[in-house]
């Protein structure tokens, strides 16, 4: 081989291209039989360093095809055309809870694809690779417009697809650990959705106030998505995970400001005091604390506070009244929330009010909580921060196991994104697929 070793060719195509679009990866020009690793690394913006590999055999003409061939071991094994993005992990050393997640979405993920001699589970950083390759990974396509906004006292930003407009309007909420997220929002732009990315818990509002905001901060922006020139105002939806759930089913249930054409709930839970604010909300759920659960890791398990579902209408949203179609993504291992539980009880509640018709469930055995876009590395716990007066990190336990979790964020993506074309653009939408490739 070693004659040949000059000579071994890798590519990755397409080379740049969406996070939630496949790319295939070829090595060629080795001997058949030779045993080879393909890594990939990534260094994330803060810091830490993730990295994947698998082990491969080439074939007669000396290639290996990572979309067809089998990974004999490493971090994934069989055929996983993508087991080099959703297998990521922490480099050994690293600290622990980490959560892979893009704060700067106008710059790519650059990962690093190399080649090695051998199979090797180990210091991929003192070997010299037989070849590599850099691929980019990007939340924004091309043309699609960041827009910061705090009209209203809001804290969000707006991302519009490219081409003139006016397009669909998607309100994109997160969950229960604030701040302002927007690789979700940038993305669903990239498929033709003008998204907005809402920070709800830590605005500059509450920062300046020390209060948490009302239904009137959500109605602002509507308001904002429903009047912008280049959306469309009668075709918004609302999208939410986790504690953005909450607020999405109540805002679509209650508010006389809302008028959704669709909802997708995300790993959420419709248990709720429905006349509270979000600060009651809040603190319904912590009075529950002593439901709290711990694992032998010492990792928080949450799930238990919302159980038993209860019977008292007063404690969860009316989905009864809903008028729109509402989608709901749910994990069956969600060890955080009881996702699963609400979405039998929500399913009852429909039945029995008329409007089942417009439920869609998808239900996943063996995914967590975190249900993120496609090929996003799998965290069964990561390192949280509780939001207060006096703020502590914990260690939360989000259940979900590796293979079906990441196989749950490519189906569920899918089907989310046929969902709401079908809801907000009537289901055409030529521009989405245009523009969903780099």
């Known amino acids: 081989m070693d004659g040949k070793q000059c000579c071994v060719k890798l590519s990755v195509h397409p080379s740049r291209g969406l996070v939630d679009e496949k790319f295939l990866i070829l090595v060629q020009n080795v001997l058949p039989g030779f045993q080879l690793t393909v890594y990939a690394f990534y260094r994330c913006e803060d810091g830490h360093r993730w990295e994947a590999f698998a082990h491969y055999t080439a074939n007669a003409s000396g290639t290996v095809n990572v979309s067809e061939d089998h990974s004999l071991g490493g971090t994934y094994s069989g055929v996983e055309p993508m087991g080099l993005m959703w297998s990521q992990r922490p480099v050994p050393g690293s600290k622990p809870g980490l959560r892979m997640r893009k704060t700067n979405v106008q710059t790519p993920m650059e990962v690093t694809i190399s080649v090695y001699r051998g199979h090797l589970t180990k210091g991929f950083a003192d070997q010299v690779p037989l070849a590599g390759a850099?691929?980019?990974?990007?939340?924004?396509?091309?043309?699609?417009?960041?827009?910061?906004?705090?009209?209203?006292?809001?804290?969000?930003?707006?991302?519009?697809?490219?081409?003139?407009?006016?397009f669909p309007g998607l309100l994109d909420l997160w969950g229960g650990g604030g701040k302002l997220v927007e690789y979700r929002a940038a993305l669903l732009a990239s498929h033709g959705f003008a998204s907005l990315a809402l920070d709800y818990l830590t605005p500059q509002i509450t920062k300046e106030t020390g209060k948490m905001v009302d239904n009137h901060y959500f109605e602002a922006a509507y308001r904002f998505l429903e009047q912008h020139p280049q959306v469309l105002g009668s075709r918004i939806g609302i999208l939410g995970l986790s504690f953005g759930t909450s607020i999405a089913l109540k805002m679509a249930v209650y508010s006389q400001v809302f008028k959704l054409r669709c909802a997708v709930c995300i790993s959420g839970s419709h248990v709720q005091p429905i006349e509270g604010s979000v600060q009651q909300i809040m603190t319904s759920f912590h009075n529950n604390v002593d439901k709290t659960r711990f694992n032998m890791e010492q990792q928080?398990?949450?799930?238990?506070?919302?159980?038993?579902?209860?019977?008292?209408?007063?404690?969860?949203?009316?989905?009864?009244?809903?008028?729109?179609?509402?989608?709901?993504?749910?994990?069956?291992?969600?060890?955080?929330?009881?996702?699963?539980?609400?979405?039998?009880?929500?399913?009852?509640?429909?039945?029995?009010?008329?409007?089942?018709?417009?439920?869609?469930?998808?239900?996943?055995?063996?995914?967590?909580?975190?249900?993120?876009?496609?090929?996003?590395?799998?965290?069964?716990?990561?390192?949280?921060?509780?939001?207060?007066?006096?703020?502590?990190?914990?260690?939360?336990?989000?259940?979900?196991?590796?293979?079906a979790h990441c196989r749950a964020q490519e189906d569920a993506w899918r089907k989310t994104l046929v969902f709401l074309r079908e809801n907000l653009y009537g289901g055409t939408n030529p521009r989405a697929t245009a523009s969903s490739h780099l």
């Not at 417009?145 to 804290?155: I, K, M, S």
């Not at 089942?356 to 239900?363: A, E, F, P, Q, R």
């Open 134 to 166: 850099v691929v980019e990974r990007w939340y924004m396509a091309p043309g699609v417009r960041r827009v910061p906004v705090t009209e209203g006292g809001l804290t969000a930003t707006l991302f519009l697809p490219s081409g003139p407009g006016p």
């Open 300 to 403: 928080v398990i949450w799930r238990d506070l919302l159980l038993p579902i209860p019977a008292d209408p007063s404690l969860k949203v009316e989905v009864g009244r809903l008028r729109c179609p509402l989608l709901l993504v749910v994990g069956e291992d969600d060890q955080n929330w009881p996702a699963h539980e609400s979405a039998v009880d929500v399913k009852e509640m429909m039945q029995r009010a008329g409007n089942y018709h417009l439920l869609t469930v998808l239900s996943y055995p063996g995914a967590g909580h975190l249900i993120e876009p496609p090929f996003t590395p799998f965290a069964r716990a990561s390192s949280y921060k509780i939001l207060g007066t006096a703020p502590q990190t914990l260690m939360v336990l989000w259940g979900g196991e590796t293979v």
